[in-house]
Protein backbone atom coordinates (compact mmCIF):
# COMPACT_ATOMS: atom_id res chain seq x y z
CA UNK A 1 0.00 0.00 0.00
CA UNK A 2 1.13 3.50 -0.93
CA UNK A 3 0.57 6.44 1.27
CA UNK A 4 0.69 9.81 -0.20
CA UNK A 5 0.12 13.27 1.60
CA UNK A 6 -1.58 15.32 -0.90
CA UNK A 7 -0.92 19.20 0.12
CA UNK A 8 -1.97 22.51 -2.30
CA UNK A 9 -1.96 26.09 -1.92
CA UNK A 10 0.48 26.88 0.89
CA UNK A 11 0.63 30.56 -0.37
CA UNK A 12 3.92 31.72 1.39
CA UNK A 13 3.24 35.14 2.10
CA UNK A 14 -0.36 34.58 3.18
CA UNK A 15 0.51 31.71 5.39
CA UNK A 16 0.55 30.94 8.79
CA UNK A 17 3.71 30.13 10.41
CA UNK A 18 2.81 28.02 12.64
CA UNK A 19 0.63 25.50 10.72
CA UNK A 20 3.34 25.53 8.30
CA UNK A 21 5.54 24.24 11.33
CA UNK A 22 2.61 21.65 12.44
CA UNK A 23 2.89 20.18 8.36
CA UNK A 24 6.32 19.34 8.82
CA UNK A 25 5.84 17.84 12.24
CA UNK A 26 2.70 15.63 10.96
CA UNK A 27 4.47 14.36 8.17
CA UNK A 28 7.45 13.65 9.87
CA UNK A 29 5.54 11.59 12.27
CA UNK A 30 3.81 10.00 9.57
CA UNK A 31 6.42 9.25 6.86
CA UNK A 32 3.96 8.91 3.35
CA UNK A 33 5.61 7.04 0.61
CA UNK A 34 5.18 10.38 -1.40
CA UNK A 35 4.08 14.11 -0.78
CA UNK A 36 2.18 16.19 -3.20
CA UNK A 37 2.27 20.13 -3.23
CA UNK A 38 0.07 20.80 -6.41
CA UNK A 39 0.45 24.61 -6.74
CA UNK A 40 0.56 28.37 -5.09
CA UNK A 41 3.69 28.04 -3.22
CA UNK A 42 3.62 31.92 -2.84
CA UNK A 43 1.01 34.28 -2.72
CA UNK A 44 2.25 36.73 -5.61
CA UNK A 45 5.28 34.78 -7.17
CA UNK A 46 7.65 37.27 -5.50
CA UNK A 47 11.46 36.62 -4.72
CA UNK A 48 10.96 36.86 -0.67
CA UNK A 49 7.88 34.58 -1.00
CA UNK A 50 9.70 32.10 -3.19
CA UNK A 51 12.63 32.41 -0.56
CA UNK A 52 10.37 31.02 1.63
CA UNK A 53 9.13 28.33 -0.33
CA UNK A 54 11.62 26.96 -0.87
CA UNK A 55 13.29 27.18 2.38
CA UNK A 56 10.44 24.62 3.18
CA UNK A 57 10.63 22.81 0.69
CA UNK A 58 14.29 21.91 1.56
CA UNK A 59 13.18 21.09 5.22
CA UNK A 60 10.85 18.31 3.95
CA UNK A 61 13.62 17.25 1.49
CA UNK A 62 15.98 17.27 4.29
CA UNK A 63 13.56 14.96 6.27
CA UNK A 64 13.85 12.45 4.09
CA UNK A 65 10.65 13.27 2.12
CA UNK A 66 10.03 12.20 -1.65
CA UNK A 67 8.33 14.96 -3.29
CA UNK A 68 6.56 15.75 -6.31
CA UNK A 69 5.31 19.28 -6.65
CA UNK A 70 3.66 21.47 -9.70
CA UNK A 71 3.02 25.30 -10.08
CA UNK A 72 0.14 27.14 -9.45
CA UNK A 73 -1.43 30.67 -10.90
CA UNK A 74 -0.05 32.46 -8.06
CA UNK A 75 3.17 31.56 -8.90
CA UNK A 76 3.33 33.05 -12.36
CA UNK A 77 3.44 37.39 -11.55
CA UNK A 78 0.36 38.93 -11.51
CA UNK A 79 1.69 42.54 -10.94
CA UNK A 80 5.01 42.41 -12.61
CA UNK A 81 3.65 42.20 -16.04
CA UNK A 82 7.17 42.14 -18.48
CA UNK A 83 8.11 39.05 -16.40
CA UNK A 84 4.71 37.66 -16.43
CA UNK A 85 4.68 37.44 -19.97
CA UNK A 86 9.15 36.72 -20.72
CA UNK A 87 9.57 34.63 -17.31
CA UNK A 88 6.27 33.58 -16.20
CA UNK A 89 7.83 30.34 -14.15
CA UNK A 90 11.50 31.51 -13.42
CA UNK A 91 11.36 31.98 -10.18
CA UNK A 92 9.49 29.06 -9.93
CA UNK A 93 11.94 27.16 -11.64
CA UNK A 94 14.94 28.70 -9.76
CA UNK A 95 13.57 28.24 -6.12
CA UNK A 96 11.29 25.11 -5.90
CA UNK A 97 11.64 23.18 -9.30
CA UNK A 98 13.59 23.23 -12.62
CA UNK A 99 10.69 20.32 -13.84
CA UNK A 100 7.43 21.37 -15.37
CA UNK A 101 6.39 17.82 -15.60
CA UNK A 102 7.53 15.55 -12.94
CA UNK A 103 7.48 11.98 -12.51
CA UNK A 104 6.91 9.33 -9.41
CA UNK A 105 7.23 5.82 -9.54
CA UNK A 106 7.69 3.47 -7.12
CA UNK A 107 6.44 -0.52 -7.19
CA UNK A 108 2.37 0.33 -6.39
CA UNK A 109 1.92 3.99 -8.07
CA UNK A 110 3.41 6.38 -10.79
CA UNK A 111 2.93 9.70 -10.93
CA UNK A 112 2.98 12.57 -12.93
CA UNK A 113 2.47 16.11 -12.79
CA UNK A 114 1.82 18.76 -15.14
CA UNK A 115 1.88 22.70 -15.19
CA UNK A 116 -1.62 24.16 -16.02
CA UNK A 117 -0.68 27.89 -15.06
CA UNK A 118 -0.41 29.93 -17.76
CA UNK A 119 0.88 33.70 -18.35
CA UNK A 120 -2.23 35.00 -20.77
CA UNK A 121 -5.17 33.78 -17.72
CA UNK A 122 -5.21 35.55 -14.42
CA UNK A 123 -6.53 32.40 -12.37
CA UNK A 124 -7.63 29.71 -15.13
CA UNK A 125 -5.53 26.65 -16.25
CA UNK A 126 -4.73 25.31 -19.08
CA UNK A 127 -3.17 21.97 -21.05
CA UNK A 128 -1.72 22.04 -24.26
CA UNK A 129 -1.00 19.38 -26.63
CA UNK A 130 2.29 17.85 -26.22
CA UNK A 131 1.05 17.95 -21.93
CA UNK A 132 -1.67 15.44 -23.18
CA UNK A 133 0.93 13.34 -25.67
CA UNK A 134 3.44 13.57 -22.99
CA UNK A 135 0.51 12.22 -20.12
CA UNK A 136 -0.44 9.63 -22.67
CA UNK A 137 2.72 8.42 -23.37
CA UNK A 138 4.59 8.00 -19.53
CA UNK A 139 1.11 6.51 -18.45
CA UNK A 140 1.45 4.02 -21.60
CA UNK A 141 4.89 2.46 -20.35
CA UNK A 142 3.41 1.71 -17.07
CA UNK A 143 2.46 -1.77 -15.98
CA UNK A 144 -1.31 -2.35 -15.25
CA UNK A 145 -0.74 -3.48 -11.95
CA UNK A 146 0.30 -0.27 -10.31
CA UNK A 147 -2.08 3.13 -9.90
CA UNK A 148 -1.49 6.06 -12.37
CA UNK A 149 -1.80 9.48 -10.89
CA UNK A 150 -1.93 12.57 -11.94
CA UNK A 151 -1.47 15.94 -10.30
CA UNK A 152 -2.15 19.28 -12.19
CA UNK A 153 -3.30 22.44 -9.65
CA UNK A 154 -5.98 23.38 -11.74
CA UNK A 155 -8.92 20.47 -11.98
CA UNK A 156 -9.52 18.94 -15.53
CA UNK A 157 -13.21 19.38 -14.67
CA UNK A 158 -15.49 22.60 -13.77
CA UNK A 159 -15.75 21.95 -9.90
CA UNK A 160 -18.41 23.41 -7.35
CA UNK A 161 -17.14 26.36 -5.77
CA UNK A 162 -19.86 27.07 -3.57
CA UNK A 163 -22.52 26.95 -1.47
CA UNK A 164 -25.27 28.01 -4.17
CA UNK A 165 -23.88 24.92 -6.51
CA UNK A 166 -22.10 27.62 -8.45
CA UNK A 167 -19.35 26.10 -11.15
CA UNK A 168 -15.94 26.83 -11.65
CA UNK A 169 -14.46 27.29 -15.47
CA UNK A 170 -12.89 24.21 -16.74
CA UNK A 171 -9.32 24.00 -17.73
CA UNK A 172 -8.59 25.15 -21.00
CA UNK A 173 -8.40 22.49 -23.62
CA UNK A 174 -11.01 20.49 -21.38
CA UNK A 175 -12.81 17.79 -23.85
CA UNK A 176 -8.77 16.97 -24.93
CA UNK A 177 -7.73 16.96 -21.33
CA UNK A 178 -10.55 14.41 -20.10
CA UNK A 179 -10.06 12.20 -23.31
CA UNK A 180 -6.08 12.41 -22.84
CA UNK A 181 -6.90 11.67 -19.46
CA UNK A 182 -8.94 8.38 -20.37
CA UNK A 183 -6.69 6.82 -23.12
CA UNK A 184 -3.83 6.90 -20.64
CA UNK A 185 -5.93 5.26 -18.25
CA UNK A 186 -5.50 7.70 -15.24
CA UNK A 187 -7.00 6.31 -12.18
CA UNK A 188 -6.92 8.92 -9.56
CA UNK A 189 -6.31 12.74 -10.49
CA UNK A 190 -5.21 15.24 -8.06
CA UNK A 191 -5.65 18.89 -8.05
CA UNK A 192 -6.43 22.02 -5.51
CA UNK A 193 -6.95 25.60 -6.59
CA UNK A 194 -10.29 26.46 -5.22
CA UNK A 195 -9.51 25.62 -1.26
CA UNK A 196 -11.66 22.92 -1.01
CA UNK A 197 -11.40 19.29 -0.09
CA UNK A 198 -13.66 17.40 -2.43
CA UNK A 199 -14.19 13.73 -4.38
CA UNK A 200 -15.88 12.67 -6.98
CA UNK A 201 -16.10 10.06 -9.96
CA UNK A 202 -15.03 12.00 -13.33
CA UNK A 203 -17.80 10.40 -15.26
CA UNK A 204 -20.47 12.14 -13.10
CA UNK A 205 -18.83 15.52 -14.32
CA UNK A 206 -18.09 14.64 -17.99
CA UNK A 207 -19.31 12.27 -20.62
CA UNK A 208 -16.24 9.93 -21.54
CA UNK A 209 -14.10 10.70 -18.61
CA UNK A 210 -12.82 7.35 -17.71
CA UNK A 211 -13.26 5.04 -14.76
CA UNK A 212 -10.64 8.05 -13.01
CA UNK A 213 -11.94 10.02 -9.48
CA UNK A 214 -11.02 13.17 -9.24
CA UNK A 215 -9.97 14.48 -5.64
CA UNK A 216 -9.56 18.11 -4.90
CA UNK A 217 -6.83 19.64 -1.57
CA UNK A 218 -7.84 22.67 0.14
CA UNK A 219 -5.49 24.92 1.55
CA UNK A 220 -2.89 23.36 3.39
CA UNK A 221 -1.56 26.57 5.34
CA UNK A 222 -3.28 29.74 3.53
CA UNK A 223 -4.89 32.55 6.14
CA UNK A 224 -7.05 33.10 2.57
CA UNK A 225 -10.04 30.43 3.29
CA UNK A 226 -13.16 29.93 1.21
CA UNK A 227 -16.42 28.67 2.66
CA UNK A 228 -15.69 28.50 6.28
CA UNK A 229 -13.25 25.47 5.65
CA UNK A 230 -10.36 25.31 7.56
CA UNK A 231 -6.69 24.73 6.15
CA UNK A 232 -6.63 21.16 5.78
CA UNK A 233 -4.93 18.39 3.57
CA UNK A 234 -5.37 14.89 2.42
CA UNK A 235 -4.15 11.19 3.08
CA UNK A 236 -4.29 9.25 0.71
CA UNK A 237 -3.40 4.86 1.24
CA UNK A 238 -3.35 3.45 -2.15
CA UNK A 239 -4.01 -0.64 -2.50
CA UNK A 240 -4.66 -0.94 -5.96
CA UNK A 241 -5.90 1.07 -8.81
CA UNK A 242 -9.60 0.35 -8.02
CA UNK A 243 -9.20 0.74 -3.92
CA UNK A 244 -8.21 3.55 -1.76
CA UNK A 245 -8.81 5.53 1.60
CA UNK A 246 -9.26 9.45 1.35
CA UNK A 247 -8.69 11.05 5.14
CA UNK A 248 -8.62 14.71 5.69
CA UNK A 249 -6.30 16.20 7.56
CA UNK A 250 -7.73 19.59 9.25
CA UNK A 251 -6.50 22.43 11.52
CA UNK A 252 -8.47 22.36 14.61
CA UNK A 253 -6.62 25.60 15.87
CA UNK A 254 -3.84 23.94 17.70
CA UNK A 255 -3.03 20.90 15.77
CA UNK A 256 -3.73 18.64 12.93
CA UNK A 257 -6.55 16.77 13.39
CA UNK A 258 -7.44 13.24 11.45
CA UNK A 259 -10.91 13.09 9.67
CA UNK A 260 -13.11 9.87 9.35
CA UNK A 261 -11.31 7.29 6.73
CA UNK A 262 -13.27 7.14 3.61
CA UNK A 263 -12.77 4.16 1.49
CA UNK A 264 -13.23 4.02 -2.13
CA UNK A 265 -14.17 1.20 -4.26
CA UNK A 266 -14.33 0.79 -8.20
CA UNK A 267 -16.92 -1.66 -8.93
CA UNK A 268 -16.55 -1.98 -13.00
CA UNK A 269 -18.80 0.44 -13.54
CA UNK A 270 -18.99 3.24 -10.72
CA UNK A 271 -16.78 4.30 -7.88
CA UNK A 272 -18.72 3.60 -4.48
CA UNK A 273 -17.38 4.89 -0.92
CA UNK A 274 -18.33 4.28 2.66
CA UNK A 275 -16.70 5.58 6.12
CA UNK A 276 -14.54 3.11 7.85
CA UNK A 277 -15.47 2.54 11.56
Same mark, same amino acid.
Given at each position: MAAI???????????DPKIVAATEAWLQARQPDLVIISGDFTQRARVSQFRQAAAYVN???? /???????VPGNH????????? $? *? !?????????????DLCPWFENDEIS?????? /????????????????????? $? *? !??????????LVTHHPLFSMPIGAGGELSEAVGRHDEAVKGAC???????????????YAESARKM??????????????ATSTRLRNAEPQSFNWLEVASH?????QVIAWGGTSFLEGSKVAFTYDGGEWQSRKDL
Amino acid at each position: MAAIAHLSDIHFGANDPKIVAATEAWLQARQPDLVIISGDFTQRARVSQFRQAAAYVNRLRA /AGHNLLVVPGNHDVPLYDVVR $R *F !AAPLQRYKRYISNDLCPWFENDEISVLGINT /ARSLTIKDGRINREQIALMKG $R *F !AAVSSSKTKILVTHHPLFSMPIGAGGELSEAVGRHDEAVKGACEAGVHIALAGHFHRTYAESARKMAEKAGSAIIIQAGTATSTRLRNAEPQSFNWLEVASHDRFSLQVIAWGGTSFLEGSKVAFTYDGGEWQSRKDL
